[in-house]
């Protein structure tokens, strides 16, 4: 399977185009992945060509592609380790910033280039913005390597945690997705999850996770696209 990307495509460009009064002139910034992402490279392109002086740290290769096409300067964290901000999309937030991402494969790289930043800057449509995280399938990064050992230990981490639900391959055009660092992605619809937390130290435990999609204690602002605006959260 492949996660579904699902929302409101004015609602995203809203919220990408409302992250551009987070940026400052000199930034160092991690550039997320996803649409919402790509409208936000887009809207900062504009900016670039209007004079903007910043460097980007793409979070993926897809990314990487889209903002060298607009001009917009590009680095990686061995020449800039640290980062002013990072502005990302997610497939889920929660009022407590907690954050499942990964829908379009590239949550390793995103988690890596987040965790460099002084800031993450969150941008979603209205839709994103959930009570309890879960409905969408939680993205895990595997290994190809051991997979079908990694499987059962992410099934027995989740029983013991009171979680249930199909683990899926993910697959794209017929055959299994491959991450830009060469891994697999197991997409876990283990519905409602109670305790982030918990899922997280469970699924880390685990060799053959490189990666879960659970964003802890990472975002600090999320800029929500709405129909008739955006709407600013802080935390």
Not at 38 to 63: M, Q
Not at 82 to 99: M, N, Y
Not at 117 to 138: E, H, N, R, Y
Request: hydrophobic share 45%.
């Amino acid at each position: 399977m492949t996660a579904k990307v699902v929302g409101n495509d004015d609602e995203r460009l809203r919220a990408a185009e409302g992250a551009l009064d987070e940026v400052r002139d000199g930034m160092k910034l991690g550039l997320g992945s996803g649409r919402t992402a790509e409208h936000f490279v887009k809207a900062l392109g504009a900016r670039v060509r209007d004079g903007l002086s910043v460097v980007g740290v793409p979070t993926s290769e897809n990314t990487a592609r889209l903002a060298g096409s607009l001009g917009i300067p590009l680095t990686t964290l061995d020449e800039q380790p640290a980062l002013d901000l990072t502005v990302d999309g997610a497939d889920e937030i929660d009022r407590s910033f907690r954050l499942i991402k990964g829908g379009g494969g590239a949550l390793l790289r995103e988690k890596i280039v987040a965790a460099a930043s002084a800031k993450m800057v969150v941008i979603v449509d209205a839709g994103k913005l959930v009570d309890t995280l879960g409905a969408f399938p939680l993205p895990i990064e595997v290994l190809p390597f051991g997979l079908g050992a990694t499987r059962i230990a992410i099934e027995s981490a989740a029983t013991r945690l009171g979680l249930t639900g199909d683990l899926a391959l993910r697959q794209r055009d017929g055959r299994t997705f491959v991450t830009d660092g060469g891994h697999h992605i197991i997409d876990a619809s283990f519905g409602r999850i109670p305790d982030p937390e918990a899922l997280a130290t469970a699924l880390s435990a685990i060799p053959g996770v490189m990666e879960h999609g659970l964003f802890l204690n990472m975002a600090s602002v999320a800029i929500v696209g709405r129909d008739d605006g955006v709407e600013k959260l802080s935390r």
